[in-house]
């Protein structure tokens, strides 16, 4: 499967933005998929995670009530809905898809898209 996110960009602090990670391949049905961040100069963390029928979610404490995690299979698409975005949320965003919706499960990348929230 090869994924490929979009939906970033640059919005004030406060702000929302909805990304998109468009699967191609394979059914986006057949994988759990993740949500992973990368601050400049800092490490990679994840986000948020979803069970591949959409009935389980997953979310790291810095983004929960903030940031939802959504799939439409039927679309092979999943989102990332963010609201209320603050500076520190900045990063390149990469959706993943893999086995399980945890983080060493999740072994198959897209290529980023940037976020940018400005104060």
């Known amino acids: 499967v090869q994924l490929v996110e979009s939906g970033g960009g640059l919005v004030q602090a406060g702000g929302s933005l909805r990304l998109s990670c468009a699967a191609s391949?394979?059914?986006?049905?057949?994988?759990?998929m993740g949500w992973f961040r990368q601050a400049p100069g800092k490490e990679r963390e994840f986000v948020a995670a979803?069970?591949?029928?959409?009935?389980?979610?997953y979310y790291n404490d810095s983004v929960k009530g903030r940031f939802t995690i959504s799939r439409d299979n039927a679309k092979n698409t999943m989102y990332l809905q963010m609201k209320s975005l603050k500076p520190e949320d900045t990063a390149v965003y990469y959706c993943?898809?893999?086995?399980?919706?945890?983080?060493?499960?999740?072994?198959?990348w897209g290529q980023g898209t940037l976020v940018t929230v400005s104060s």
């Open positions: 391949g394979r059914a986006l049905s057949s994988y759990a």
């Open positions: 979803i069970s591949s029928s959409g009935g389980s979610t």
């Open positions: 993943a898809a893999g086995a399980w919706p945890s983080e060493r499960y999740l072994d198959i």
